[in-house]
């Protein structure tokens, strides 16, 4: 089944990610990110890429060194790497996969197609598009930073200061929040017209959508955080960063869901929501080979139940922990609720999801806030790793979830200056196995995954 190739950054990334963070360990940490919560509405003008290429702006060939590096542009189009492919993607559209996922939908030409154009070019509307705009650029510039035409002129200029600009419409995209929400739209799903990839659209042959926030983020850089970057704007850092996309993707799932209708076609719900490998598994007439599935502790719901995809709950789980103890022991509850109403009523599923969602809130909320220490990043990963958490890994989607946030805790200690990196690179081959055991769905088994990740554990004893 082609469509169950899974994102090409955990089929291909084995080895670190460089994140361009350049020795902020002191200064991270100290922005506390408790702004903007729901997404900016942005109402600037979408000018266009070309607007943003001038080669004394943002399409220079090489790093300027000061303030930007200048070569945006240049990194935004790398054909050679995953930075390069925003730009790429509507020329997707016009090419045979997905032309193939159109002519079984039925939707005419894919690269004119609203069930497309919402994630593979600017989603901005008709009413917002200047006169340079085209959607062949595919997500450009703006999708990301917001129409420009409040602050083009101004954000090079001396009062161009980053209040300013965002006051003027571009989005605090050094905000993990708001980081979040912009990215979750396409790499999720949203309630915007043609921002979602239905059941339908993947069974047409679409690739599934696997989401890490800070990992994909550190796959697209542009940006050096360097020590003008932080006085500018402040920084995040890795783990609040991560933490905050796990807590915001389980708020927009469960938002999504618990929509009137839940969206739903026809008889069933929308099947998106759900473990894919929970229905799309092989049936086995010989007894001994059975069960197939196995009892997950998260999740007490009845044999034959398609279960929510708790990918991203399951690491939520493992960082509430670290933080807020009680936060934590409600959204637990809130978690296991869910999952039984999920087994027992429609109606109440939704209400159930609407407190879950709060619940994640509130987290994302306190992660917001919160100053991870090196401590409690290696009690996160820990977490993540064994104990009660590791015993969640019963389905495809959660454990590749717990190898990219293993990936993700390990830079963040070393970006920090919080692990040496001579130590990191020691665990990183039992990283690399347990990348191998999440690289084919079709080939996942639980049991051999968790052995994988026991060993990565194991191996990261040594930073304690
Ligand atoms: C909710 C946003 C969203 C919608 C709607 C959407 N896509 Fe995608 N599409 C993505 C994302 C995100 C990826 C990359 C997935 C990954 O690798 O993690 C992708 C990947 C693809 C790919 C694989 C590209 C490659 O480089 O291999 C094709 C083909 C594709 N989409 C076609 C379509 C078509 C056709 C439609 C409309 C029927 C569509 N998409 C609708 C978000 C979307
Ligand atoms: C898929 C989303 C996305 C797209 C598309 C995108 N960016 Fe970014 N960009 C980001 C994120 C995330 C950051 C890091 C957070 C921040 O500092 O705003 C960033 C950072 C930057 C920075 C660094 C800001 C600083 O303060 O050091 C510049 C400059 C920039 N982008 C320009 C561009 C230009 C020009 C384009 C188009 C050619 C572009 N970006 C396309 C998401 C995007
Ligand atoms: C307007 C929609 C849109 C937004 C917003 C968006 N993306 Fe994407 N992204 C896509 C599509 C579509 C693809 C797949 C393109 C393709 O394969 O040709 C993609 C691909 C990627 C990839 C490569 C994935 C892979 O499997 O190779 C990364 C990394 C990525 N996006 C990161 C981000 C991050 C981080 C953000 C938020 C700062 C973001 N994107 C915001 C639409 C979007
Ligand atoms: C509740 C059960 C259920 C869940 C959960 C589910 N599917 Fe399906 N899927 C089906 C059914 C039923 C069909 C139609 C099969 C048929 O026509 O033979 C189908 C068809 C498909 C097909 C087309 C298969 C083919 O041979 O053409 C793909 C691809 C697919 N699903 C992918 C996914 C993905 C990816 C997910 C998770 C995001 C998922 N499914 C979740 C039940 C499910």
């Excluded at 032309?99 to 600017?122: T, W, Y």
């Amino acid at each position: 089944m082609g469509a169950a190739r899974t994102s090409r950054v955990i089929g291909a990334l084995c080895a670190t990610v460089a994140v361009a963070v350049c020795a902020v360990g002191v200064l991270a940490g100290r922005t506390a990110f408790a702004q903007a919560e729901r997404p900016v509405v942005s109402r600037g003008v979408h000018e266009g890429v070309a607007s943003c290429a001038d080669s004394s702006c943002h399409s220079r060939q090489v790093d300027s060194g000061v303030v930007v590096r200048q070569n945006e542009l240049i990194t935004w189009q790398d054909p050679s790497s995953p930075a390069g492919v925003h730009s790429r993607a509507w020329r997707v559209l016009t090419q045979p996969r997905a032309q193939a996922i159109a002519r079984k939908m039925g939707i005419g030409p894919a690269e004119d197609a609203k069930e497309c154009l919402g994630c593979h070019a600017d989603p901005a509307p008709a009413n917002l598009r200047g006169a340079k705009f085209r959607v062949e650029d595919g997500v450009g510039c703006e999708a990301c930073h917001g129409g420009s035409s409040g602050w083009l002129a101004s954000h090079r200029t001396v009062s161009g200061t980053h209040a300013n600009n965002v006051a003027n419409g571009m989005r605090a995209l050094e905000n993990p929040k708001v980081r979040a929400n912009v990215c979750l739209d396409c790499h999720f799903g949203s309630s915007k017209p043609g921002q979602f990839v239905t059941h339908r659209i993947m069974a047409a042959g679409h690739p599934r959508v696997s989401f890490e926030l800070d990992l994909f983020s550190s796959l697209l850089q542009h940006w050096d955080v360097d020590a003008d970057y932080v006085k500018r704007k402040g920084y995040a850092g890795g783990v609040r960063t991560w933490a905050v996309g796990q807590a915001m993707a389980v708020d927009r799932a469960l938002t999504l869901y618990s929509e009137p209708g839940g969206r739903g076609q026809g008889a069933f719900p929308e099947l998106y929501f759900f473990d894919c490998h929970s229905c799309h598994r092989e049936i086995q007439d010989d007894p001994k080979a059975r069960p197939t599935w196995e009892a997950n502790p998260g999740r007490p719901i009845p044999a034959g139940q398609p279960p929510f995809n708790d990918e991203n709950m399951i690491m939520l789980a493992a960082a509430a922990q670290a933080v807020s103890p009680s936060l934590a022991a409600r959204f637990e509850a809130d978690s296991r609720a869910f999952h039984v109403a999920m087994a027992r009523d429609r109606n109440e599923s939704m209400r159930a999801a609407g407190r879950l969602a709060a619940s994640a809130r509130a987290l994302s909320d306190a992660f917001a806030r919160h100053d991870f220490s090196r401590r409690e990043t290696l009690a996160i990963l820990d977490a993540v790793l064994t104990g009660e958490i590791s015993k969640r890994y019963t389905d495809y989607a959660g454990s590749a979830q717990a190898v990219m946030a293993a990936d993700t805790l390990l830079n963040a200690l070393v970006s920090s200056g919080q692990a040496d990196r001579g130590a990191v690179a020691r665990i990183r081959p039992t990283l690399t196995a347990a990348y191998a055991q999440v690289r084919d769905p079709n080939a996942y088994r639980p049991g051999a995954f968790r052995t994988s990740l026991a060993q990565v554990a194991q191996a990261a004893r040594s930073l304690r």
